[in-house]
């Protein structure tokens, strides 16, 4: 039941709602806002940068092949001041004696072996998927 303030309450908007009318949109308000969304969604919230730059992994890789190329041209013979150095320490303990010989059989090979390459698949797939995504 209505007390006598929620009555005069009631009362009044409804006057006013009678006074104000109703409004309706322009004709092409739903194109306008639509238009307005489709352009904010186009506009890329962040610019995606790469950590290391693409110059940094030129200059990586270079380096690592140089490196590499260095180290199987050059010949190595044993340095004499070396032999005559003191071990200072000779571990009494190597990784054979704490991992006895591992044999694996040739399905378990086979299924390391698939693993990594199924490894390597998906690590592109993602990185192609999440690329699509972030806007570079």
Known sequence: MKTGS????????????????????????????MSQ???SA????????PLISL????FIVI?????????????????AWLSALNKPYEFAWSLSDLL?????????????VLFGLLLFVQIGYLNSYFKSRIRV
């Open 6 to 33: 929620d009555h005069q309450l009631d009362k009044f908007s409804k006057r006013i709602f009678k006074e104000s009318g109703l409004e309706s949109p322009e004709s092409d308000f739903t194109q306008r806002l």
């Open 37 to 39: 969304i489709e352009s």
């Open 42 to 49: 186009n506009r890329s919230l962040f610019i995606y940068k």
């Open 100 to 112: 006895p010989e591992v044999e694996l059989s040739k399905p378990m090979l086979y299924a390391a």
């Open 63 to 79: 380096a690592a092949l140089s490196a590499l190329s260095i180290a199987l041209m050059v010949s190595w013979e044993p340095v």
């Open 55 to 58: 110059k940094a992994w030129v």
